[in-house]
């Protein structure tokens, strides 16, 4: 069983039934609710990750990052970066070290970097500052969108014959005489009512809220994350001015900040904000926002201003709590750790990041198996392809994402001409979608629909707010519920989106 329906909870779940294990998975709101679609969008070995020496999490993230972007091509994709630079020291310093990038992902290389003279720079990302540029090094990294990916792999464990639900919090742990944990209870979110589900063994997979799950285990258990908040700015893509990524090698706390054309739009981040606890919906601080907008104006000759921000965004990073001395967050590594509860038996997956999901499920189940001598076979989940997945996806179409289930949604337009209309002049989506993802993507809530699923709730959050009506009459329709739980549901997503703006 496993708690938890982010990265690492599904990670898990689709290692666990590769190997022909009995799964079933809950996660308290929907799946990638937190952190897991609130990240970079990147598919990355982490150019800074080699900087600090951590040679095997970059050999391990640059294999994973290949096997995704095989696996997934649907909602994954090459993208291209540029590294500005304006000293000739960097331009050794990064062209050789962005050599060693390419030489370390071996035989999953996905492009070699090489330099870029001054004129090729500006040609591509004609929006830089030109003063005392010296030229660039193109290098490729993976994007992917996050929150589908992960919509995806719940939907592959299903389509395995796993049991993954969403809206669905666990609330307890059930154990016997001994202390042994034997199930789980849990609580139905919108129904509101309560189960009792055994297991013969539970991985606690909830990233930020490990350690909730570790002190309703064990009250005195220390405590094993450190939450870091990354938030992120996404403006018009003119502002960048071209189809490649921009990457800022050393902003003022010693981070890298990128420039990444999304969906048409340019996300900007993040930062590395340190905070006491984590919560559901992180709000992004005003000096963070500061902080992103005064490092794109070092590079940038038009820089965006708070004025032009369409959606702000705030995720927060489950860094395993390091040993020994305390360092800052930019130094914790983002290997991943497995810790056991003594006298529960609770397995624990703390720490990680996107790319190395699959890694981290298929090193928590070896751990699980020989913890409690199931019989389940190798993992073969390196080879298993997604949900959705189709080699040769037509990009210009929103529908691309979808992969082969976009047949399904051109299906029910054809059947029924009305539900072609857009749900916004400014963006392609269609109330078809919005069925579709009632009926085939586990879609309960409007916010499930605006934020995870077309992800407009993060690419522009006053245009959510604008569709949120027209996908809650819909969703009514669909769900069989009343004009009660439509307003409720309006009402309820207008005061998230508020969040996600800039007074």
Same mark, same amino acid.
Request: net charge positive; charged share 20%.
């Given at each position: ?55 095997? *999490?970059?050999? #391990? +993230?640059? @294999?994973? =990052?290949?096997?995704?972007?095989? $696996? /997934?091509?649907? &909602? ?113 979110? *919108?129904?509101? #009512? +309560?189960? @009792?589900? =055994?297991?013969?063994?539970?991985? $606690? /997979?909830?990233? &930020? ?116 001395? #305390? ?177």
């Amino acid at each position: 069983m496993v708690i938890g329906g982010g990265a690492s909870g599904l990670g898990v779940a689709l290692d666990a039934l590769s190997r022909g294990l009995s799964v079933a998975l809950f996660e308290r709101h929907d799946f990638a609710k937190g952190t897991s679609s609130r990240s970079t969008k990147l598919l990355h070995g982490g150019v800074r990750y080699l900087a600090q020496g951590q040679l095997g *999490l970059v050999v #391990e +993230s640059l @294999k994973e =990052r290949g096997l995704i972007l095989k $696996n /997934a091509p649907h &909602v994954s994709s090459i993208q291209a970066f540029i590294i500005p630079v304006y000293t000739y020291w960097n331009k050794v310093r990064y062209s050789l070290g962005l050599k060693v990038y390419d030489l370390l992902a071996g035989r999953l290389q996905i492009g070699r970097s090489r330099w870029l003279s001054g004129r090729e720079v500006m040609g591509r990302l004609p929006t830089l500052q030109r003063s005392g540029l010296k030229g660039g090094v193109l290098y490729y990294d993976g994007q992917f969108d996050d929150a589908r990916l992960a919509l995806n792999v719940a939907q592959t464990c299903a389509d395995m014959g796993g049991c993954v639900l969403n809206h669905m919090e666990m609330t307890g742990l059930a154990k016997d005489d001994s202390g042994v944990i034997k199930g789980v209870y849990v609580k139905d979110q *919108l129904t509101q #009512e +309560s189960y @009792k589900v =055994r297991a013969k063994a539970v991985v $606690n /997979a909830t990233g &930020v809220f490990a350690d909730t799950i570790l002190k309703m285990d064990q009250p005195g258990a220390k405590p094993s994350i450190v939450p870091s908040q990354g938030t992120h700015l996404v403006v018009d893509l003119s502002y960048l001015g071209g189809k490649d990524a921009l990457m800022i090698p050393e902003t003022a706390d010693g981070r890298v900040l990128f420039g990444i054309p999304w969906h048409g739009k340019l996300l900007l981040g993040t930062t590395d904000t340190v905070v006491k606890a984590p919560v559901p919906e992180p709000k992004a601080l005003d000096e963070e926002v500061d902080f992103i907008l005064r490092t794109c104006a070092r590079y940038l000759s038009n820089p965006p201003a708070r004025k032009d921000v369409l959606s702000v965004f705030a995720g927060l990073r489950p860094l395993a709590a390091p040993r020994g001395k #305390e360092k800052k967050t930019k130094e914790i590594s983002r290997r991943h750790q497995i810790i056991l509860s003594e006298g529960s038996r609770l397995l624990s997956l703390i720490g990680g990041k996107w790319t190395t999901f699959r890694k981290m499920g298929e090193d928590t189940v070896d751990a699980l198996v020989k913890l409690h001598h199931l019989p389940a076979g190798k993992s073969v989940s390196a080879n298993i392809r997604f949900h959705g997945y189709q080699q040769a996806c037509d990009t210009s179409d929103h529908l691309s994402v979808y992969g082969s289930d976009a047949a399904g949604i051109h299906q029910l337009m054809a059947q029924q001409p009305e539900l072609g209309r857009q749900l916004h002049p400014h963006f392609p989506h269609t109330c078809a979608e919005v069925v579709w993802m009632v009926r085939h993507e586990m879609a309960l809530r409007v916010e499930d629909v605006l934020a995870r699923r077309t992800g407009i709730l993060f690419l522009n959050a006053k245009a959510a707010l604008q569709m949120a009506p027209a996908v809650a009459r819909i969703m009514r329709k669909e769900l069989g519920q009343d004009e009660n739980w439509e307003r409720n549901e309006i009402n309820a997503f207008n005061t998230l989106a508020e969040r996600y703006l800039i007074n």
